[in-house]
């Protein structure tokens, strides 16, 4: 968009009417010898009708520049999922909104494990798909499933769905092992606790290949 120094002469003289800045009256140009067209004089405080179109023109220009991106970013949505998701997505004060669902963000100080853990809601039944996810990624790949066609008990929502189940237990599985491995330690019961301990070993490894899992599934969505 080209903007001719008439314009911006007119439109700096207008934006500084409107802020009750003190205006010089714009000096008059030589009438040309052929022709001897009027020209148009401003008082203090005054816009005169050429100023009024420059601002038009070039507001018109810039209007038909934003239309353009605009139009440009929905056609682009079209090819790219993730910039289609965000022009849909809405941050609420329980959490956020993408799409036809609702992700909300709960806080549960009383719970052993993910004590702020995540809700799929839909938007417009109101119904809750499902709850207590430990894993952001598990909610947010939900919902994007969701968004693209898939139902709640298809296959793939199933799999990370599964997956963040066994994320979910087997770290509670982990907490309970290191609970019981400082009792026996209190107790005096060292053999107890080295068994103990291995198994809270065992049950962070499985927490953390089905957190891995759950990831996987995630990154893998368009």
């Known amino acids: 968009m080209t903007v001719s120094n008439e314009e911006k002469e007119a439109m700096s003289r207008l934006l ?49 520049v934003v239309g353009q991106v605009s139009t440009d970013i929905l056609l682009e949505s079209d090819k790219n999922p993730e910039l289609a998701q965000a022009l849909v997505t809405e941050t609420t004060a329980s959490g956020v909104k993408i799409g036809r669902y609702e992700i909300r963000i709960n806080q549960d100080d009383s719970r052993l494990v993910n004590k ?50 066994a994320y979910t237990s087997h770290k509670m599985d982990a907490i309970r092992f290191k609970r019981r491995a400082k009792k026996s330690l209190l107790e005096g019961k060292a053999h107890n606790n080295d ?16 957190k891995a899992r759950v990831k996987k599934i995630y990154h893998s969505l368009p």
Do not use: C, W
């Open 195 to 210: 068994l103990f301990e291995a198994r809270r070993e065992a049950a962070m490894d499985k927490a953390m290949a089905a």
């Open 116 to 165: 702020q853990h995540y809700s799929v809601v839909n938007k417009i039944s109101g119904e809750v798909l499902a709850h207590e996810l430990g894993l952001y990624e598990a909610a947010h790949g939900l919902v994007k499933m969701l968004n693209s066609g898939q139902y709640i008990n298809s296959q793939g929502v199933r799999e990370l769905l599964e997956a963040e189940a």
């Open 16 to 64: 500084q009417i409107m802020n009750g800045q003190k205006v010089n009256t714009p000096t008059a140009v030589p009438s040309s010898p052929i022709t001897a067209a009027p020209v148009e004089l401003a008082g203090p405080g005054q816009v005169t009708r050429a100023e009024v179109d420059a601002m038009s023109q070039v507001l018109t220009r810039l209007n038909n």
